[in-house]
């Protein structure tokens, strides 16, 4: 009689789903930033830096609201509200008043350039506040990506003017941003990512509360497709993505998420190509692909090493491999 060698049963189907649902969740987000790149060149043609930001505050957080009623989640535990409120000032306050600031200030290119030093500082601010590692994939990484998104940069400018007023506000949001997820990263332990960002949302709208008027008189005379464009921002690209972000960046370390988000300008060049009758030259599309390359790299993880060549039949099963960059509930 045949003896049948044991093999090791297949892996649960389950054990990856929270990876993917965060890989997912991760997905959502670029793509809809991506979009509002294009929303926003629509909108801000109609609303001032200020206005467009309060406008894009009040319908994300009307959209949030709705949602965190309807789900009964709470209010967020004390532990939580430190980096609810400090990512809700930094990052959906003044970031997006700075950014569309600083938009209108200096070519596509030089903002494109600058705000993507937003990933580099998340990583550094991480490692240096939250204790994260900075392993050689995510470094390498987010070398290449940074080297598309210049290359991006570059092929786009010319496009407009550029100012030292403008390019430091791009640099401030860039910091800004950095600043809001590093904050943000804690309060994910101790609240869900709907509390964390209903509650980030209201924040900010608060915070541009002063930009009211301007919003007020400028909505009289805005075309419909602007304004429609402003609301858009705030259920897409800001009450869903923000809400997906903080869900994928409970479950990971804040500089990879931040290398994520370097697939952000080759999905707007990809959109403005579609929706806008761009044609992008051979440079730009050389860009977009280091930038993917690099988000590639930096979310792959090491293979395990390399199996024993023979498992004795009866002996236990082997430990699983520890990921570099394991999730954090």
Not at 101 to 114: I, M, P, S, Y
Not at 263 to 277: D, E, I, R
Request: charged share 10%; hydrophobic share 55%.
């Amino acid at each position: 009689m045949m003896s049948t060698a044991r093999t090791s049963p297949p892996a649960a189907p389950w054990h990856r789903r929270p990876e993917l649902l965060a890989a997912g969740a991760a997905t959502v987000t670029v793509v809809l930033w991506a979009s509002a790149f294009v929303s926003i060149r629509s909108a801000g043609e109609a609303y001032s830096p200020g206005a467009l930001a309060l406008g894009r505050l009040l319908s994300g957080a009307l959209t949030l609201g709705v949602i965190w009623l309807l789900r009964r989640e709470g209010l967020p535990p004390r532990p939580a509200w430190r980096g609810i409120a400090i990512s809700g000032l930094l990052w959906f306050g003044f970031y997006m008043v700075v950014l569309n600031w600083g938009e209108q200030q200096v070519d596509a290119g030089t903002a494109a350039l600058v705000v993507n030093v937003g990933p580099i500082l998340i990583a550094l601010l991480g490692a240096r506040l939250l204790g994260d590692a900075l392993p050689p994939r995510l470094l390498t990484g987010m070398a290449v990506s940074f080297a598309g998104a210049v290359t991006v940069g570059l092929s786009m400018s010319g496009e407009g003017g550029s100012s030292l007023f403008g390019v430091v506000l791009c640099l401030l949001a860039a910091v800004a941003y950095a600043g809001g997820v590093v904050a943000q990263k804690p309060a994910l332990a101790h609240a869900s990512a709907l509390q964390v960002t209903t509650f980030g949302c209201l924040v900010g709208a608060v915070l541009c509360l002063p930009f009211a008027g301007q919003l007020v008189h400028e909505a009289a005379d805005a075309p419909v497709s602007a304004t429609l464009n402003m609301v858009y921002l705030g259920v897409f690209p800001t009450a869903l993505a923000f809400t997906t972000w903080a869900y994928a960046l409970a479950r990971t370390t804040a500089g990879r998420m931040g290398a994520t988000t370097y697939a952000v300008p080759a999905l707007v060049v990809l959109m403005s190509w579609l929706a806008l009758g761009e044609v992008p030259g051979l440079l730009t599309l050389a860009g977009g692909a280091l930038c993917l390359a690099g988000v590639a790299v930096s979310r792959s993880r090491r293979r395990a090493a390399a199996a024993p060549a023979a498992t004795p039949e009866g002996a236990g099963p082997t430990a699983e491999p520890r990921h570099e960059d394991a999730g954090r509930s």
